[in-house]
C-alpha cells in the first residue's frame, strides 16, 4: 500500500547526486536552483560573549527575548514571549513591522545590539542588514520583496520610541547552525551544518573560500544559507505532488519542501485521502497523530507513516549532498536540528540516520544533534560576534 511514496536506495542516491550538482553551481554562481546566500557571517574562533535582544520570525510565530551570554556558562534566555502572525498583522508592511517591534518592545534596551532571525530567502549585505529576495511558507507581505528588513524593523521602532544598537538579519536555519557553534568545538574532520524540518524546511553549513568562489575570498569559515528548499526532487514525486505544487501560491517553487515539510504533509496525505480526520494546518503533528490513532484506518494510518518516512528519506539525500561537498575526502557531517518534525515525531530522527547511512556507508558520518532555544541562541550569537 501506497508504495509510491516508498523511494528505493538507488532512486534516493541518484536524487542525491543531484542536489550535489545543484549545490556547487549555486556555491559557484548567482541565481542558481540552490541559491546558496553567503550570510557574511563568518564562525567565531571563541564564544562571543555579552547580551543581545533577539527577534525570531518564523513561519507563522514571532517570538522575542534577551540572550545573555557569559564565559564559561550556558547561554541564559529571559523575557521570552511569543504571539501568532495572523491576518491584520499582513494586510500592510506597516503593519507587518509595527507587531515585530511590539513583541520586541520590552527585552529591547537602548542602543541593544539585535539578532533578527527572519526565515525567508534574503541578500545579506556587509553590516547586518538584509535584502528580502522573495516570500516563501505560503506567506506575503505587500511592499517588503526587494526592501531592506533590518531597516524596515528599525523604522518600526522608532514608531514607538525605540531605538535599537547594530541589527544582524539571520536565516533561522543559519541561526540553528550558529548555535550548534555555541555548544561544541569544530573538530578535524568534521563539518557543522543546520537544519530545519518544521513548517518548511532549509539547511545551512559553513564553507571555506575555496568551496565559495562566488564570493570574494575572506578568511575561515562563512555561514551559507542554501535555500534547499528549492531543490526540484520531480525525479522521486508522485501524482500527489504535482496536484500539490500546482494548487500552491507558487507552482514550480519549493518543490524540496512541498514534499518534506510539516507546512505540506498534511495537504498530500488529504490529496490522497480528503475524508481523513485532518486539517492541513495540523501539519505533521496531524499526521503523528493518525500514526497512533488505532482506532483510524489503516489505509490513513499507513500513508501518514509513508509521508513521514518519505521526509526522512529526503533529508536524508540532501545531508549526503551536503556532507559530500563540504567533506570531500570524507568525515563527520555534524548537525543541529531543528523543526517539529525532528522534534515531534520520534522516529523521524532514528529513520533519518538509517537512510543517511545505507547511502553514505563509512566515509560519511553523520551526528545528529539538538540545541534547546537554537533561533534564539543562534541570532544572539550573530549580534554578539
Known amino acids: 500500500m501506497w508504495t509510491s511514496y516508498i523511494i528505493s536506495r538507488e532512486a534516493l542516491g541518484a536524487l542525491s547526486g543531484v542536489f550535489e550538482q545543484q549545490l556547487q553551481e549555486g556555491l559557484g554562481a548567482w541565481g542558481r536552483q540552490v541559491a546558496c546566500l553567503p550570510s557574511q557571517l563568518l564562525r567565531a574562533p571563541t564564544m562571543p560573549v555579552g547580551q543581545a535582544a533577539v527577534l525570531d520570525l518564523g513561519g507563522s510565530n514571532l517570538r522575542s527575548a534577551l540572550v545573555t551570554v557569559a564565559p564559561g556558562q550556558p547561554p541564559l534566555v529571559t523575557g521570552l514571549t511569543r504571539c501568532a502572525i495572523r491576518g491584520p498583522a499582513l494586510a500592510s508592511r506597516e503593519a507587518f513591522f509595527d507587531l515585530q517591534a511590539r513583541q520586541l518592545a520590552p527585552v529591547l534596551g537602548p542602543g541593544a545590539p539585535l539578532g533578527y532571525c527572519f526565515s525567508y530567502p534574503f541578500e545579506a549585505l556587509p553590516g547586518g542588514d538584509a535584502r528580502l529576495l522573495s516570500w516563501t511558507k505560503e506567506l506575503t507581505v505587500p511592499g517588503v520583496e526587494g526592501e531592506l528588513v533590518g531597516d524596515l524593523l528599525r523604522q518600526a521602532l522608532g514608531r514607538l520610541g525605540l531605538e535599537a544598537g547594530p541589527i544582524t538579519v539571520l536565516n533561522d536555519t543559519v541561526a540553528v547552525l550558529l548555535a550548534g557553534t555555541l555548544s ?71 518543490r524540496f519542501e512541498k514534499a518534506v515539510s510539516g507546512g505540506y504533509l498534511a495537504r498530500l496525505l488529504l490529496a490522497e485521502l480528503p475524508q481523513a480526520p485532518l486539517a492541513p494546518a495540523e501539519g505533521s503533528a496531524g499526521l503523528w497523530r493518525l500514526v497512533q490513532d488505532e482506532g483510524a484506518p489503516q489505509a490513513q494510518r499507513a ?26 575526502g570524507g568525515g563527520t557531517l555534524e548537525v543541529t536540528a531543528e523543526g517539529g518534525l525532528v522534534e515531534g515525531v520520534p522516529f523521524y530522527g532514528p529513520r533519518l540516520e538509517e537512510s543517511y547511512l545505507s547511502m553514505s556507508g563509512s566515509r560519511w558520518k553523520l551526528a545528529l544533534g539538538r540545541v534547546s532555544g537554537a533561533n534564539l541562541l543562534g541570532s544572539a550569537a550573530a549580534a554578539l560576534a
Open 184 to 254: 561544541s568545538a569544530l573538530a578535524p574532520g568534521t563539518a557543522q551544518a543546520g537544519l530545519i524540518v518544521g513548517t518548511g524546511t532549509n539547511l545551512a553549513a559553513f564553507f571555506p573560500s575555496a568551496l565559495l568562489p562566488k564570493v570574494p575570498a575572506f578568511s575561515g569559515l562563512m555561514a551559507v544559507n542554501l535555500e534547499s528548499g528549492n531543490l526540484d526532487p520531480s525525479c522521486v514525486l508522485g501524482p500527489a505532488d504535482r496536484t500539490l505544487d500546482g494548487a500552491s501560491e507558487k507552482p514550480g517553487r519549493q
Open 303 to 328: 500513508l501518514a507513516r509513508c509521508l513521514l518516512e518519505r521526509s526522512a528519506d529526503l533529508v536524508a539525500a540532501a545531508l549526503l549532498a551536503l556532507a559530500r561537498t563540504v567533506l570531500p
